[in-house]
């Protein structure tokens, strides 16, 4: 669903929607922790896209998203499971039309991005909520033990036995400095 400017100017755009998996790439523009992120079951976005009354072509896009993400987890590696459900409130000013300016970007406002041309596509607008909304570090569970980086045995299937304090010799003699 596209948002053309010139639309919202006549008049607000509703939405409610149902993504299926795939519809959207989440690997565009990913960053390496991204890469495998997936979405593991359809999403739904509600809500409303609005010029913003008396500026130059900017639009709010506002809703509700609720979807369920899936990644591999930071530690283990096993697929985890990021369920979303969340208000969104995302700001669009137009490349051009004197919004250049650094000094008026810096507003305290995180969630401002740009569009070129006509206007914004609300597939862009979920993706960037979703990149900007799941958790830095992913993992399958606060307990997660992760993969023992020794043998390679996934610590939460398995205890092994290996040693992986490894003591450090500098830090032995800065302790006895210390004393
Ligand atoms: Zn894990
Ligand atoms: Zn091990």
């Known amino acids: 669903m596209f948002f053309h400017v ?3 100017a006549v008049r607000a755009n509703q939405f409610d929607v149902e993504i299926g998996p795939g519809a959207i790439d989440f690997q565009q523009g990913a960053k390496d922790k991204d890469t495998n992120l997936r979405q593991a079951s359809p999403l739904k976005a509600a809500g409303k896209a609005a010029l913003v009354m008396g500026s130059l072509g900017e639009i709010k896009v506002t809703g509700h998203i609720t979807a369920e993400m899936e990644a591999d987890c930071d530690r283990c590696l096993e697929p985890a499971r990021f369920p979303i459900d969340s208000d969104f409130s995302l700001f669009y000013r137009p490349v051009e039309e004197g919004y250049g300016d650094e000094k008026e970007i810096d507003t305290g406002e995180a969630e401002m991005g740009f569009y070129e041309g006509d206007g914004v596509e609300l597939n862009d607008v979920v993706r960037e909520f ?3 909304t799941l958790p830095m570090q992913r ?6 033990q992760g993969i023992c980086p020794v043998c390679g045995q996934n610590r939460n299937q398995k205890e ?9 010799d500098r830090w032995a003699a800065l302790k006895s400095l210390k004393k």
């Open 130 to 132: 979703v990149l900007l």
């Open 160 to 168: 092994c036995e290996c040693q992986t304090e490894v003591s450090d």
């Open 6 to 8: 010139r639309d919202l």
């Open 139 to 144: 993992v399958c569970s606060e307990g997660c």
